[in-house]
Structure formats: structure tokens, C-alpha cells
């Protein structure tokens, strides 16, 4: 019989990190490399364009996609940490650990997380193609909502297994081309505050699915295989969250899809 993976991982992140988050459709539990990246990395290799939106992969290898984006940039950096994502409404994968918590439906994150401004950002969103349009991305967005936003004493009701953290912003940021990632956001109550210009460099094969600017860079440019990327800054603060934000999200996480 196989051992169970370790449960032990350093996360380095800023603040502390809950073992789990969870209502009774959705589970978020800290990506732990040893117990999911090989099931994420199987799914993902059937779905390649869940990448799209991401700075790096895709990525056909565990090893790849362990060093780059789980070490090289979520445990690197104290402002980020990256949940794994189970629907607990769907029968688990048969290699799923751990086992009977539901079938594995992507991850999602907190990054560039400012504790002295008391501010984070939900990114790395990926949802895998047979969970998009369904209950998951509302509620794991949503407990990710309540755990930044919540003051501990309306840590009621959130499945969260440590105190909320009282943040005052929330930031979601998107490619400006890709509009259904700033519908969502919309959706779920981030106001749109901008558009911020040539914010990014990306990789040239990038271009291909549409996440370029369309403009190609100067002569003389530095970087002149790298696309320009402009981004959609959005954002939830807590005065909006108190006053209905937390309801709207609620609402939508309890909703019959």
C-alpha cells in the first residue's frame, strides 16, 4: 500500500494560512506540491487554454510546473499562497487525494498581498473547463472574499479554520482581453478602476491566444519578443463589502446553477 503524502509545507506566506476553507459545495485547501500537483497537472494536460490568462505554462510536466509556478513563484513570495479547488457536490477522481472530498476543479490564490496596507489580491484563477459556469468559481471566490474581508467576529458561517483577516481591499486584475475574467469580477461586486497600460511583458506565445495588446513594440525595444499586456484593475473594498457586498456574494454562492 502506497504511503499518503506529507501534509507538511512551508507556504511562506504573509499571514496565517487556513487548512481548509469550505462551505458544503466547495472545499480550498493549501497546494501542497507532493499531494496536488500531479492530479492538477493531469487535469490541466486535457485543457490547455486554462493557461491563457497566466503569465506562464502550459505545462506538460510536473517537474516544470512545480519549479516555475509552485517554488519559483508562490513559495518565493511571501504575498502569495495557492489553494487547491474540490467541488464537493462531484464524485472524487480515483487518483484525487485527499480521498472522498470531492473531484479536484483547479486553484485559486491570494497574491501581491500587502499586510502593512492591508490589502491582497485574488489571482491565479484556474478553472478547469467541466466546473466553469457552475457553482465553483463564485464560491471559491467567494470564501477567499470572506476570509480577507471579514472582521473575526462575522467569522461565522465561512468554514474558515482560522481567524478572518480584516483586510480593507481586495484587487482583481485581468488581461483587458479577456472579459469574461472582468465579468466575473464584476459579477461578484469588483469595481473597475482602470485600465493600466503596456502593464506587462509576456512570453511571445502568448500572442497566439489572444493576449497581446495588438500593438507591437518600438524599434530599439529592449524586449522585442515580449507582447504587451494591458490590464483591467478592479477591486472590492470592505465599506462595500459591509454595505451589501457580502450579501451579493452570498447570494451567488448559494445559487442553483
Not at 78 to 102: Q, R
Amino acid at each position: 500500500m502506497a504511503a499518503e503524502p506529507s501534509l507538511e509545507y512551508d507556504h511562506n506566506f504573509c499571514f496565517p494560512v487556513p487548512s481548509a476553507l469550505e462551505n458544503e459545495r466547495i472545499l480550498l485547501t493549501p497546494f501542497i506540491p507532493e499531494v496536488h500537483a500531479v492530479p492538477f497537472v493531469a487535469q490541466a494536460i486535457r485543457f490547455p487554454k486554462v493557461y491563457d490568462g497566466l503569465p506562464v505554462g502550459p505545462y506538460q510536466d510536473v517537474e516544470e510546473f512545480v519549479g516555475e509556478l509552485i517554488v519559483g513563484m508562490f513559495q518565493k513570495d511571501p504575498g502569495m499562497v495557492l489553494f487547491a479547488i474540490y467541488d464537493k457536490t462531484k464524485p472524487a477522481d480515483t487518483d484525487t487525494y485527499p480521498a472522498g472530498v470531492g473531484a479536484l476543479a483547479g486553484v485559486i490564490g491570494y497574491v501581491s498581498t500587502k499586510p502593512t496596507q492591508l490589502q491582497t489580491e485574488i489571482g491565479c484563477v484556474v478553472i478547469f473547463p467541466p466546473f466553469q459556469r457552475t457553482h465553483v468559481t463564485s464560491n471559491a471566490v467567494g470564501l477567499l472574499l470572506h476570509y480577507a474581508l471579514d472582521v473575526p467576529l462575522a467569522n461565522v458561517e465561512t468554514g474558515a479554520s482560522s481567524s478572518p483577516l480584516a483586510l480593507r481591499r481586495v484587487v482583481w486584475v485581468a488581461n483587458n482581453n479577456n472579459k469574461a475574467s472582468i465579468r466575473c469580477a464584476e459579477r461578484l461586486g469588483f469595481k473597475l478602476e482602470g485600465i493600466l497600460r503596456w502593464d506587462r511583458v509576456l512570453p511571445f506565445e502568448k500572442k497566439s491566444r489572444g493576449m497581446s495588446n495588438g500593438i507591437d513594440p518600438r524599434a530599439g525595444d529592449p524586449c522585442p519578443e515580449g507582447i504587451g499586456r494591458d490590464t483591467a484593475l478592479l477591486a472590492l473594498c470592505w465599506d462595500e463589502w459591509e454595505s451589501g457586498g457580502r450579501d451579493k456574494v452570498d447570494a451567488l454562492m448559494i445559487r442553483v446553477a
